[in-house]
């Protein structure tokens, strides 16, 4: 049964991303008809640069004025693929004021906002859908918010920024140093001319404060989400792992605590054993492996960006959204009930991987033990080799059992105060075993 | 906002599913009471011998009435995991009549009448979920149903059977044979005492009816399924897909053809490249790949059976059916609209790797090139040795480039007739490259 009148879409935004949403619901559009029950009809476009042409885009659908769009009061759905916070916020919600639900891909607004846009749709009983805003093309946040329902998720652990991905996995199976293996991603596009926001993990850091919000109904904001990038990650650190049978990648980690009561979202680089499905993620893409009481272990594979991937998460949501809107219903909107405490990374507890150059001379093992020991941090192998190059030092490796983050600080800081310890190599956590 | 009058849930079976599921609705009656937004009771639970005792489950509820049950008229979800065509299909139809929707976890029955029991949900407006028939735990239905809606599903291709997933990885990890290999899935529990709905295929066929049905929105039938089991596949076959860099998985694979015409869906063993993500899964993990035009690559990854990863997709269904009956709202129903025609394995283009046991003089290979090329299946490698045991044989590998099934077929039964074709000791499909 086909609803003739179609759907009215305002599309905000008309880059890699939206360029891509709107050819395809132009050459879909049979296809988008048939699923939703109703034709749906790009209703405008807003731009910042009007000039530039945009094939198989109607000029006289193009405006540059955003807030006029979305207050027009005929539009049904305003899909926001600007990126960033402002003008992207208000005109989300003036949009949800006028009438229209949202779909999104902006996970900047999503982890800074997300409780206040959610709020406001729920005020005016619209969606507000943002499947494309984590981990692109891969049905992520509709599994973890409807199938999971019914399970309790003890650990979302994903490669969620295809750039630090492509440049770690560069690393892992050439040896090349970050420097080199981040100028080749820079070369193919994977990297943008300044990266800071994927290397440094800030990319990451927004999608796990939306992932840890909605595995564990707690909000969770951006501040809460412990952060560390991957620059300082070297070519010895890789050797390092290759001994442990394991790789390195920059990990985005949301945790219940064993308790329940509370939980933890992180972002950093770890090692995790060859055996682990996601080592063999490789390249630019994306996977995310989510841990469950009844489930058990799943995982989630694929392109993490990327302008047909991205669109793809929008109108699948764009569908979702459209047929809610003839069955007058509505999504599951935030879903906040267990507000669980979110603990600071002091109170995480996993296993480190520490390299120390240390004087080449009897006892400093004894003196690095106590140490540990002193701290309650319990070492599971230490391995230790002089370093031939006849400088009197030697480096030690030691492998820990779990602890809490808060004790590895305080060994590390005792450490450097030992005489015998000349530095501290790196640290480098062990998950996923 | 929270109802207190609760949604009432019958349940039909209780077995390994079955009572996890009613497991779960105890021990996680809040957190599905607020995810669902009012709390969900178990009104009743059908069994064929009440006297087992069922742990958590107060006796009161249980009845070996199960069409009484779903005709009370007070329930609001059925959850069917009793498995098997009847009595299944006639209580999912009275459960409609009178006014319930329904979960499912039957996939022999959804792939031989999912059609007809779509219609009947619609009929009566209501809802029909079945996450858990395919992959189990796997969130896979709903992504490829929902998220993936915008999208156009090229190919779906699956590990979707844990116990010929074991039995297949034993051999490839110990050198073991079929037999050996399936005695230890036996002694684990991972393979029945009728082992042949798995390693025949049969499950794996049902699962790639459903699949082919939400992927193509057209109408599989299960006879529309090519099966082939893998009770052929030895420790020969495994020593050859080594040389060629692969693995040997029993794929179910569901195709659009390249004019986008028409679909083939298929079950049968076939070398994969140990690079495919889907070469890694190990032990009776599932794993489904998916290609389609805009999001690219995907893959669904995790346990395919069990009791409590299937009552998580159970669950998950619940909750949903649960929340589409507070909104008086239905979700999407089957989608058939593509129509698309069903070929015949003769259609399908892959390629093939041919094992051939010829007498061992000069001449045979140009004989045997002749077929091939009468047939029109191009060659990509052969390899020719000698038996060494002095019995005058040799055996020929030859690797072809993309065909039909029907040619190659045609190309095998020409090469039978030979006389210096001795014999064909394995014809394997090579897939994802």
Same mark, same amino acid.
């Given at each position: 049964?086909?609803?003739?009148?179609?759907?009215?879409?305002?599309?905000?935004?008309?880059?890699?991303?939206?360029?891509?949403?709107?050819?395809?619901?132009?050459?879909?559009?049979?296809?988008?008809?048939? /699923?939703?029950?109703?034709?749906?009809?790009?209703?405008?476009?807003?731009?910042?640069?009007?000039?530039?042409?945009?094939? &198989?885009?109607?000029?006289?659908?193009?405006?540059?004025?955003?807030?006029?769009?979305?207050?027009? *009061?005929?539009?049904?759905?305003?899909?926001?693929?600007?990126? &960033?916070?402002?003008?992207?916020?208000?005109?989300?919600?003036?949009?949800?004021?006028?009438?229209?639900?949202?779909?999104?891909?902006?996970?900047?607004?999503?982890?800074?906002? *997300?409780?206040?846009?959610? !709020?406001?749709?729920?005020?005016?009983?619209?969606?507000?859908?943002?499947?494309?805003?984590?981990?692109?093309?891969?049905?992520?946040?509709?599994?973890?918010?409807?199938?999971?329902?019914?399970?309790?998720?003890?650990?979302?652990?994903?490669?969620?920024?295809?750039?630090?991905?492509?440049?770690?996995?560069?690393?892992?199976?050439?040896?090349?140093?970050?420097?080199?293996?981040?100028?080749?991603?820079?070369?193919?596009?994977?990297?943008?001319?300044?990266?800071? !926001?994927?290397?440094?993990?800030?990319?990451?850091?927004?999608?796990?404060?939306?992932?840890?919000?909605?595995?564990?109904?707690?909000?969770?904001?951006?501040?809460?989400?412990?952060?560390?990038?991957?620059?300082?990650?070297?070519?010895?650190?890789?050797?390092?792992?290759?001994?442990?049978?394991?790789?390195?990648?920059?990990?985005?980690?949301?945790?219940?605590?064993?308790?329940? *009561?509370? #939980?933890?979202?992180?972002?950093?680089?770890?090692?995790?054993?060859?055996?682990?499905?996601?080592?063999?993620?490789?390249?630019?893409?994306?996977?995310?492996?989510?841990?469950?009481?009844?489930?058990?272990?799943?995982?989630?594979?694929?392109?993490?960006?990327?302008? !047909?991937?991205?669109?793809?998460?929008?109108?699948?949501?764009?569908?979702? #959204?459209?047929?809610?809107?003839?069955?007058?219903?509505?999504?599951?909107?935030?879903?906040?009930?267990?507000?669980?405490?979110?603990?600071?990374?002091?109170?995480?507890?996993? %296993?480190?991987?520490?390299?120390?150059? #240390?004087?080449?001379?009897?006892?400093?093992?004894?003196?690095?033990?106590?140490?540990?020991?002193?701290?309650?941090?319990?070492?599971?192998?230490?391995?230790?080799?002089? %370093?031939?190059?006849?400088?009197?030092?030697?480096?030690?490796?030691?492998?820990?059992?779990?602890?809490?983050?808060?004790?590895?600080?305080?060994?590390?800081?005792?450490?450097?105060?030992?005489?015998?310890?000349?530095?501290?190599?790196?640290?480098? /956590? #062990?998950?996923?075993?």
């Amino acid at each position: 049964m086909m609803r003739t009148r179609p759907l009215k879409v305002a599309l905000l935004g008309c880059g890699v991303v939206g360029s891509e949403v709107a050819r395809i619901m132009t050459t879909h559009a049979d296809d988008l008809a048939a /699923r939703i029950g109703a034709p749906v009809e790009l209703a405008g476009v807003a731009v910042r640069r009007p000039s530039r042409v945009r094939e &198989g885009i109607d000029p006289a659908l193009v405006t540059t004025d955003a807030t006029a769009l979305v207050k027009r *009061g005929d539009i049904d759905v305003v899909v926001e693929v600007i990126g &960033g916070i402002e003008p992207a916020r208000t005109l989300i919600t003036t949009a949800f004021e006028h009438g229209a639900s949202v779909v999104s891909a902006n996970k900047a607004l999503l982890a800074q906002d *997300g409780a206040a846009l959610h !709020a406001a749709a729920g005020e005016h009983g619209k969606d507000l859908y943002y499947e494309a805003a984590v981990a692109g093309a891969i049905p992520l946040i509709r599994p973890l918010r409807e199938s999971l329902a019914g399970d309790k998720i003890n650990r979302v652990m994903g490669i969620v920024n295809g750039t630090t991905n492509f440049i770690l996995d560069k690393m892992d199976s050439t040896g090349a140093g970050y420097q080199e293996a981040l100028d080749e991603a820079t070369a193919l596009g994977y990297a943008e001319a300044d990266p800071t !926001a994927d290397v440094e993990g800030f990319d990451a850091a927004a999608k796990a404060a939306i992932l840890a919000g909605i595995a564990f109904h707690t909000r969770v904001r951006l501040d809460d989400v412990y952060r560390e990038g991957m620059t300082e990650v070297t070519a010895a650190d890789f050797a390092s792992a290759k001994e442990m049978g394991c790789t390195i990648k920059l990990l985005a980690i949301c945790e219940r605590a064993a308790d329940g *009561g509370s #939980v933890t979202a992180r972002v950093h680089p770890a090692m995790i054993p060859l055996t682990h499905p996601l080592a063999s993620v490789r390249g630019a893409y994306n996977a995310v492996f989510v841990e469950s009481d009844a489930a058990g272990q799943l995982m989630f594979y694929g392109p993490g960006a990327g302008g !047909a991937p991205t669109a793809s998460a929008v109108l699948g949501d764009l569908v979702a #959204v459209c047929r809610n809107r003839l069955s007058g219903a509505t999504g599951p909107g935030e879903s906040a009930y267990a507000a669980l405490t979110v603990s600071p990374m002091g109170d995480v507890v996993t %296993r480190y991987h520490i390299s120390l150059d #240390v004087a080449d001379k009897p006892g400093v093992l004894a003196q690095v033990a106590t140490v540990f020991a002193e701290h309650g941090v319990s070492i599971d192998t230490v391995r230790q080799q002089g %370093r031939q190059d006849g400088g009197g030092e030697a480096s030690l490796v030691v492998v820990t059992h779990r602890a809490s983050d808060a004790s590895l600080t305080g060994t590390v800081e005792a450490l450097r105060k030992l005489d015998t310890v000349r530095g501290v190599a790196s640290i480098m /956590r #062990v998950e996923g075993e």
